[in-house]
């Protein structure tokens, strides 16, 4: 699991500090001409075909060209297409090599990118950020909502959101420990973590919330590790093999142990505090999908991330949650 350094002696070294991580940089992509960009584009899309264009509509791999504009004409169904239609990017104002640009960014955070940071780097408005990052973390999470967890699983949950600030005088404060003197925001990631495989996480109101979807989406014959939580207690009679971890006594005890579930926590945590700060409410999922695909992705370089983001992107239909965000409001009052 760590790449080997170059120095004399061969000493060991992280795979995120070696050469090996390194596969791609936001400047390679920025110095691509409209051409290149377009190319590469299409690469990623019909991967499957060497970058040459498959109808939407019917998968016909019979077009024509055009020679004016970047569009395609199927020989099947006569509809027209380009290279974003029906993809995440359907509708698109930025160009192209903005949005590979957009992506590399977004690749390159290993604790995730904020929006406003990267509203900077493209030169484009905040809400353009926002939406286009928010559209890649749904492309990365597409997958991981209905995938079945097996095997040895760990399980565990955190609490994120919520946060009441504290009085200014020492005798108006309360314990916000306590839920009466909470303001009902806070929200709880549940994480199901197979060893050796993925890491599909959850957002529910409680942790006990959870054995419901923990029930139905752990296969039978799969053994569970959790800590000493009682919300846990009722997977005894689900027939999941469970293992238990007192974690006011230890870490670990043998193979008992929730240490790649709080390695997940760990990562979402940092990118709370360091990167986003504010990460709860109707967007905690999104988040937490987006952290779960980097926990993952971790030991790829991120070459291979950067494709396999832009390949989930345009292989995802367009997003009826983020495809005119921030018009809601009036598509509401139209309704």
């Known amino acids: 699991m760590h790449a080997t350094g170059k120095g004399g002696k061969g000493e060991g070294q992280h795979f995120l500090l070696s050469a090996a991580a390194r596969r791609l940089s936001v400047a390679q992509v920025a110095r691509l001409d409209d051409e290149e960009a377009y190319r590469l584009f299409c690469g990623i899309r019909w991967c499957a075909t060497e970058g040459d264009p498959v109808c939407p509509h019917c998968g016909c791999i019979a077009v024509y060209k055009h020679a004016?504009?970047?569009i395609f004409t199927?020989?099947?169904?006569?509809?027209?297409?380009?290279?974003?239609?029906g993809t995440m990017f359907h509708g698109r104002k930025m160009p192209i090599r903005d949005l590979l640009v957009a992506i590399a960014i977004f690749t390159n955070g290993a604790k995730g990118h904020s929006a406003l940071h990267l509203a900077r780097d493209l030169c484009c408005q905040y809400k353009t950020a926002f939406v286009l990052a928010h559209k890649l973390r749904e492309a990365l999470g597409a997958e991981t909502e209905t995938r079945h967890a097996m095997g040895e699983v760990e399980i565990d949950g955190a609490y994120f959101g919520?946060?009441?600030?504290p009085a200014n005088w020492k005798v108006d404060r309360v314990d916000r420990r306590f839920t009466k003197n909470q303001n009902g925001k806070r929200r709880v990631v549940v994480i199901m973590r197979e060893r050796g495989g993925r890491t599909l996480p959850f957002v529910v109101r409680h942790e006990v919330d959870s054995i419901p979807t923990l029930q139905d989406r752990i296969k039978p014959g799969s053994t569970v590790h959790a800590d000493e939580a009682r919300s846990?207690?009722?997977l005894t009679y689900a027939g999941l093999g469970l293992m238990r971890i007192n974690h006011q006594e230890a870490y670990s005890d043998g193979?008992?142990?929730t240490n790649q579930a709080e390695s997940f926590f760990s990562r979402i945590r940092r990118a709370e505090i360091g990167m986003h700060h504010h990460i709860a409410g109707p967007y905690l999922a999104d988040y937490a999908h987006e952290m779960a695909w980097r926990e993952d992705a971790r030991r790829i370089d991120n070459g291979q991330q950067f494709l396999l983001i832009g390949l989930a992107a345009l292989i995802h239909p367009p997003s009826k949650r983020w495809k005119g965000y921030?018009?809601?409001a009036k598509r509401k009052e139209a309704a």
């Open 74 to 85: 199927c020989k099947a169904c006569l509809k027209q297409f380009s290279v974003t239609s």
């Open 68 to 70: 004016k504009r970047r």
């Open 232 to 234: 846990w207690d009722a």
């Open 162 to 165: 919520g946060y009441v600030k």
């Open 326 to 328: 921030w018009q809601r």
């Open 255 to 257: 193979d008992a142990c």
